[in-house]
């Protein structure tokens, strides 16, 4: 393993590195004109609610609810739409899955400096966030599978079709032709490692999947991994995005400490 302890949520950045700071928002003010409903601070559901944080005497006091009808509500500031600066993203993602239509308010030092709603979520720290939680399985994952099959390339080749197997000797080749050859173990992709649990009897009875078909489904993350990745098309556009990306990251920091609650038993 790379190290003892298993994934969690403090991998990656934090809430400051997404914000919208302070100096950047629209505020509403007795002067501002209700009528006015564009500003940036959009829930990334775009569902019913647009929250326009309300400044007092150079104070923010509250925010308020805009409803798809055009009417109105204010709601008081209070310490539940408050978010420390150095919360990891990743614990970000799990407070909006539980409420998506909540955005908060970033407090560094007791001084609130900007402003994070779920759109942010689409923005480079919180998509490298998630990129650095997969690839750190990935790495455990390919870990347990050199340690499970001995880094047997026999035992491998059973596992593997033979255009995937190919393609890995081709790049094996042509490492080796500068000295950087290694095992056919270490050119295995993600994609690789979660058919060979699949397929591997021990290493699913290992992760309790009862079939193959389970083992397919719980570990099907190379979707996630290059959507993370690819940063032309919105990572997060509804609610239901939102939990199936908890749901994802539960998945991978499950997985993660089975293999280490094995390692330390």
Not at 109 to 137: C, E, M, Q, W
Not at 174 to 201: C, E, Q, R, S, W
Not at 228 to 247: P, W
Request: hydrophobic share 45%; glycine share 4%.
């Amino acid at each position: 393993m790379p190290d003892n302890r298993p994934l969690g949520r403090t991998i990656g950045y934090t809430v400051r590195e997404i914000a919208t700071p302070v100096e950047d928002l629209h505020f509403w003010t007795d002067e501002y004109d209700q009528v006015q409903r564009a500003n940036p601070i959009q829930d990334a559901n775009q569902e019913a609610f647009t929250y326009l944080p309300v400044q007092q005497d150079r104070r923010i006091t509250g925010f308020v609810r805009y409803a798809a009808s055009g009417a109105s509500e204010f709601i008081p500031l209070s310490a539940d739409w408050l978010i420390a600066a150095d919360t990891p993203i990743l614990h970000l993602i799990e407070l909006f899955a539980e409420a998506p239509d909540r955005i908060f308010l970033v407090l560094q030092s007791s001084k609130i400096v900007g402003l994070v709603a779920p759109a942010d979520l689409n923005k480079v720290p919180a998509r490298a966030s998630i990129y650095l939680l997969t690839a750190h399985f990935e790495a455990e994952l390919a870990q347990l599978i050199r340690n499970t099959l001995h880094e047997d390339e026999a035992e491998l080749e059973a596992l593997l079709t033979a255009d995937v197997l190919n393609k890995l000797r081709a790049e094996q080749t042509k490492t080796n032709a500068t000295d950087l050859g290694l095992n056919l173990f270490y050119y295995l992709y993600l994609a690789d490692l979660m058919t060979i649990v699949a397929k591997h009897p021990e290493l699913r009875a290992f992760f309790g999947f009862a079939s193959r078909a389970v083992a397919d489904r719980e570990l099907d993350f190379a979707g996630l991994r290059n959507r993370v990745s690819h940063l032309s098309g919105l990572l997060i556009t509804s609610r239901d995005e939102l939990k199936a990306l908890n749901d994802a990251c539960n998945k991978v920091i499950r997985l993660s400490a089975r293999m280490h609650a094995d390692s330390s038993g």
